[in-house]
């Protein structure tokens, strides 16, 4: 029986980046992870396949750097894990032992078991697996109406990629008033949607599926709540993602009441030795404090690194203290994104706070070809000027500028040293730099907090 010392179960994103973090770190310490698939996909690149990659096989993603770094792989399916005799057990009967084991397991799309019919033919999910999303990629390729079934990031994506390939119609169905409702305030929630339905995607909000129809074993409509009734040659089931911790449960590892394993600032479980990252870990609000769902690639590398630096003694503290959740996409050519609190999220926990938005253009002057409308809003606490969430919608540096306000969230920045904030500026590349829109933004928060004292 072999031993290692470090065995990581998964090899997502979470999963990669912690196995070449300790290896980097610790070249001298022995090293295996262990996945379910020979190809991993990017799970953010997912929905592109069916348009912009059209591919699989362009939005594969691999253990390549890890091995790199002298790491093993092996491609099994862990059966079972003793936390106290510190050994795993594979689905071929080989048995490894370890001295600190990282869970990365990720998560698994939500099954609709809530839906009649959702076990007919041609009713599929988004599932973080090659094998089901190439076999889902060539199944699809025939099917000319299609019904997406939640408007969260990745069914609104995927039912916009698909509305672009010809000769197919694109439902989706989304029960909140607005899709991207869970991690968008309500304005920029009804902007997004606004683009979704000019993707030529037929978007129906306010509305429940009662039940997926078929004939003949095979998907044929589904019939909405209000007895509307929307034909169907396929369903695709976006309705959610859960953490994938039976595994773990099986151990006797401590979970939340989302199943997600719970863990300290530094991933450590309750098991000495054993660490989780990633989706199938619990996540705390960075404001609240309290148990938070958040699942995204970006949270789970950065989590995966902490781990990595310091599974062999606390090297590098930690400085953030809970999940702040960053999210961005892009429809119809319009890029937003969102980071922190916002109306909806402020007022369920109790949290003052003022909004301040401005708008101009990503380049200056704004009469150059490429140059974009660029929106931004902050939520901000009025009693110190702390910026606790914040939006930005309209050209692709979207992307990047939340990442800055990201930053600023993590550090406590305030309004009162934005305004400070030094910065490059280049016509090609920026705003002008007179008005820079999170300058911008903090100045009009600090008026609106002087005029409330």
Request: charged share 20%; hydrophobic share 40%; with cysteine.
């Amino acid at each position: 029986m072999k031993n290692y010392d470090v065995i990581i179960i998964g090899a997502g994103p979470a999963g990669i980046i912690s196995g070449v973090t300790v290896k980097k770190e610790n070249p001298e310490k022995s090293v295996l992870m262990l996945r379910e698939e020979e190809k991993g996909l990017v799970p953010c690149g997912i929905p592109y396949i069916f348009h912009n990659l059209n591919s699989v096989d362009k939005n594969i993603m691999g253990p390549k750097p890890f091995i790199d770094l002298g790491g093993d792989v092996i491609t099994n399916l862990v059966t079972k894990v003793d936390v106290k005799a510190k050994q795993i057990e594979l689905q071929t009967g080989e048995k490894f032992t370890f001295e600190k084991l990282i869970f990365a397991t990720g998560s698994k799309a939500v099954v609709a078991s809530f839906i009649t019919g959702n076990d007919l033919q041609n009713v599929f999910y988004i599932k973080k697996s090659y094998n089901y999303i190439a076999n889902l990629f060539n199944q699809i390729q025939n099917k000319k109406n299609i019904i997406v079934v939640g408007g969260g990031f990745i069914g609104a994506e995927v039912a916009e990629q698909l509305a672009k390939q010809p000769g197919k119609t694109v439902s989706l169905i989304e029960s909140e008033k607005y899709c991207f409702s869970k991690a968008f305030s309500t304005s920029l929630s009804e902007i997004a949607t606004g683009e979704l339905v000019k993707s030529n995607v037929n978007v129906h909000t306010s509305s429940l599926v009662e039940e997926i129809l078929g004939e003949n074993g095979k998907v044929s409509s589904v019939r909405l709540k209000d007895g509307r009734i929307i034909d169907a040659d396929a369903v695709i089931l976006a309705v959610g993602y859960k953490p994938n911790t039976q595994l773990a449960l099986d151990a006797g590892l401590s979970v939340n009441k989302v199943n997600a394993i719970v863990v300290d600032n530094y991933g450590r479980t309750t098991e000495n030795g054993i660490f989780a990252v990633g989706d199938c870990s619990q996540t705390l609000g960075f404001l609240t404090g309290r148990i938070d769902n958040i699942m995204l690639a970006s949270t789970a590398t950065a989590e995966a690194r902490i781990v990595g630096y310091n599974i062999f003694g606390i090297n590098i503290k930690n400085s953030c203290s809970g999940t702040i959740g960053i999210f961005s996409t892009r429809l119809n050519k319009v890029a937003m994104a969102a980071a922190g609190v916002n109306e909806k999220s402020a007022e369920e926990a109790n949290i003052d706070f003022v909004t301040a938005d401005f708008s101009d253009f990503d380049r200056h002057p704004n009469t150059l070809d490429d140059s974009s409308a660029l929106s931004i809003k902050l939520f901000v606490s009025p009693s110190d000027g702390t910026v606790l969430g914040g939006e930005v919608w309209g050209g692709e540096s979207a992307g990047e500028i939340i990442n800055t306000i990201g930053l600023v969230i993590q550090k406590g920045v305030t309004v009162y040293e934005l305004i400070s904030l030094q910065i490059g500026t280049h016509p090609l590349l920026t705003g002008a730099p007179t008005k820079p829109v999170l300058v911008k933004a903090a100045e009009i928060a600090i008026s609106k907090i002087k005029k409330a004292k």
